[in-house]
């Protein structure tokens, strides 16, 4: 899934556990993944950018640096994180790698639109298992050592004990020192969970930008595959095309030639050679024959690979995506850090009271032993540890005077020290044993989420180590796709017009050769008759006005009382004659046309029933009730191919123009005698025809078809 190209923010450890609970309501993991990636980048305002791969640590950017190149910035990345440069791949959290043209804006963006940048190691890449142990041992943190034993029970049997028991001053002194001892203890344990609570809430955000890391490297492959699959599919329209072309070309080859080879060049043609085949470079047919076949092999081989290959990358990056959902089990690690905070924020609640208590304990004592407060809590350091215990001697010995005064308060005295003796009890009974048992959880769980880390680092290796592979793959297949769109490319250029398909060409050529003939000289006859038929229509009209003209010059003229002398010309005179008619044109006929076309037909039969055809049924004869074209049979054969198809093509245009030559004539004087025939329009009759010619010849032209 990719994301918005938008520049993000990066993540706070400080807030991304405000971000764990909504986490938990998300099922899916490549879900997860996202909603944390948008959390980084809508949360964060002033934290650095860059973030090791392997172990999701974020980098401490001098930002004081000055950088201009891209190596530059290797190299001081380098004294950071320890990783060499050469070793160094930098990626974006859109998938991208780190070019030079964008270290400007990476390194000069701030707040909401600074970069997450990834620094992946590449030499973990196939690293051994030493090494990987050496990677563990340094980028896996550790827990904080236990805190040292503490008996409260025992502290306060041994008061009960002591030979100041009936000492007042001496047992404060001692309550004193045991409340310091609490306070001591309560507060290491504190400090140790509140380190290993910062130290989970650091473990969970690393895996989270660790699982980011592998994310951005998943999404950089998927980037990859989808742009070889498509190139792929781009070559794979252009080189079928062509492999169909050629390979239909090879199958027909043989036969095209077998077909010139029986086919006799017409006499009236006056060549030299005396068949088709005569005119064909079988040399030069063999090179082409030969460099075609060469081809399609390749492109078969060479398609097969690549769909082999895109199919098997496909499925393995499918089962990468399970895999790692299932290594990086992020709402686990939520819950996980919502228990720790969780339990840790109960042991600063009965730190808090451990606190309070303490301050009402020294106000009681302060009372009984007639010492400021002040004085005591001068010497009680409720958050240093360093002070407590230090001077537990608070008293003098007491004096005569002070014995005195003390008497008069025995009573009020041990009643006080009755009060602290049982809060002591408490203590030491609940609270310090409740917050013991929250230090014990925590560093449980944080045991847990170490351990975590540790095979989330081995799982980040073996699936990047695949990523590795599949990149590689992918790398290779574009190679091959190169090859094989180089190769289809030569032979383009080489052969713009394959010299296979000149076999079918020179065959066409010379069938649509005797159909021009033939048309030509049809197209001279019909011209040459209704030229005559013309001027036979126009001498007639011509003969009748001048027998008009006669009887009105013999006639009528004598009885005028003046002469018009224009009236004695004779009538204007109509001439009809055909020029440019090439009698030399080769005296090819309808039945060489005929005869060609069955040849064809009884070349192509054999051809198809080598190859297994089945028999033509009755109505699928080689030569059609006066038909010159090629039979349905060798129209099936031919047509397997677009070549092919473009010829069939060209012959049955100029074959229907040369039997419909006389219909064409025809049709030009029906349109001419439009104006005069009935509306209803009608197929044209015999007087349709001469109607033009003002109905009065009684001779039909040659090209009416009821002639």
């Known amino acids: 899934m990719t994301l918005p190209k938008k520049k993000g923010r990066i993540p706070d450890p400080s807030i991304l556990h405000f971000l764990l609970p909504f986490s938990l309501f998300l099922r899916s993991s490549r879900l997860c993944s996202v909603f944390l990636q948008v959390s980084f980048c809508f949360l964060l305002f002033c934290c650095m950018k860059i973030y090791r791969a392997e172990s999701g640590q974020h980098v401490h950017w001098p930002r004081s640096v000055s950088i201009h190149t891209l190596d530059e910035f290797k190299q001081e990345l380098e004294k950071c994180t320890g990783v060499p440069a050469s070793n160094q791949i930098l990626m974006t959290s859109f998938g991208q790698q780190v070019k030079q043209e964008q270290l400007d804006d990476i390194l000069r963006a701030t707040g909401k639109d600074e970069y997450i940048i990834f620094c992946y ?61 609490f306070d001591s203890h309560s507060q290491a344990l504190l400090e140790t969970i509140n380190q290993h609570t910062q130290l989970a809430r650091t473990v969970v955000e690393e895996q989270k930008a660790q699982r980011m890391a592998l994310n951005v490297a998943f999404e950089n492959l998927d980037t990859h595959y989808r742009l070889i699959e498509k190139n792929v599919q781009v070559f794979y329209e252009g080189a079928d095309k062509e492999y169909a072309r050629q390979s239909t070309l090879l199958e027909s080859t043989d036969a095209d ?32 024959r030969h460099d075609a076949s060469e081809l399609c092999q390749n492109i078969d081989f060479a398609m097969q690979q690549l769909r082999d290959v895109i199919n098997e990358l496909k499925h393995h990056e499918d089962d990468l995506q399970r895999q790692i959902d299932e290594d990086h089990d992020l709402q686990t690690l939520d819950a996980l850090l919502v228990e720790t905070i969780d339990i840790k924020d109960r042991a600063q609640f009965l730190r808090d009271k451990i606190k309070r208590d303490l301050h009402r304990i020294y106000e009681r ?32 010995p007491p004096s005569s005077s002070a014995g005195a005064r003390d008497n008069g308060a025995n009573g009020g005295g041990k009643k006080a020290l009755e009060a602290i003796h049982s809060l002591a009890d408490i203590h030491a009974t609940d609270y310090l044993a409740k917050i013991s048992s929250y230090e014990l959880a925590i560093r449980q769980v944080l045991t847990k989420l170490i351990a975590i880390k540790r095979q989330s680092i081995l799982a980040f290796l073996k699936n990047m180590n695949v990523i590795s592979q599949l990149q590689s793959n992918i790398m290779q297949s574009q190679q091959v796709l190169n090859a094989a769109r180089q190769q289809l490319t030569e032979f383009q250029q080489k052969y713009d ?9 020179i065959l066409f050529a010379y069938g649509a050769l005797l159909i021009e003939v033939v048309r030509r000289r049809e197209f001279a006859k019909i011209l040459k008759e209704n030229a005559t038929l013309m001027a036979d229509v126009v001498g007639g009209f011509k003969e009748k006005e001048d027998d008009r003209r006669d009887y009105f010059r ?57 190859g ?42 100029m074959n229907m123009q040369l039997d419909g030559l006389a219909d064409e004539f025809l049709a030009l004087i029906h349109a001419t005698c439009k104006p005069y025939k009935k509306k209803k329009e009608k197929r044209a009759t015999h007087a349709d025809c001469v109607f033009f010619f003002l109905q009065f010849s009684t001779r039909c032209p040659a090209v009416c078809p009821h002639h």
């Open 365 to 396: 004592i302060a009372n009984v032993i007639h010492v400021p407060l002040s004085t005591l809590l001068a010497t009680l350091s409720l958050d240093d540890l360093g002070s407590m215990g230090k001077d537990t001697s608070l008293f003098d």
């Open 121 to 181: 190691d590449r030499y973990y890449l196939g690293a051994s298992r030493e090494e990987i142990s050496t990677l563990l041992d340094v980028d896996v943190p550790s827990v904080q050592p236990e805190v040292k034993p503490f008996d409260a029970k025992q502290l306060i049997k041994a008061i009960a004990k002591s030979p100041s028991a009936n000492n007042i001053p001496g047992q404060c002194q001692q309550y004193l020192d045991m409340f310091a001892q």
């Open 612 to 653: 297994g055809a089945p028999r033509s049924r009755g109505k699928d004869r080689l030569m059609q009730p006066n038909s010159t074209g090629p039979s349905p049979r060798t129209r099936k054969l031919i047509t397997t191919d677009s070549y092919g198809q473009n010829l069939l093509q060209l012959l049955n245009s």
């Open 257 to 288: 030639v077998a077909i010139l080879r029986s086919i006799r060049i017409h006499p009236a043609f006056g060549q030299s050679r005396t068949h088709l085949i005569d005119f064909l470079d079988m040399e030069q047919l063999d090179t082409s």
């Open 554 to 610: 013999h006639d009528i003229t004598m009885t005028l009382p003046f002469k018009i002398p224009a009236l004695t010309n004779a009538a204007p005179q109509c001439e009809i004659s055909t020029a440019n008619v090439d009698e030399s044109i080769p005296q090819i006929t309808h039945q060489d046309i005929i005869d060609f076309v069955s040849l064809l037909d009884q070349a192509y039969a054999r051809t198809m029933a080598k």
């Open 497 to 505: 017009t394959s010299y296979l398909e000149t076999c079918r060409h």
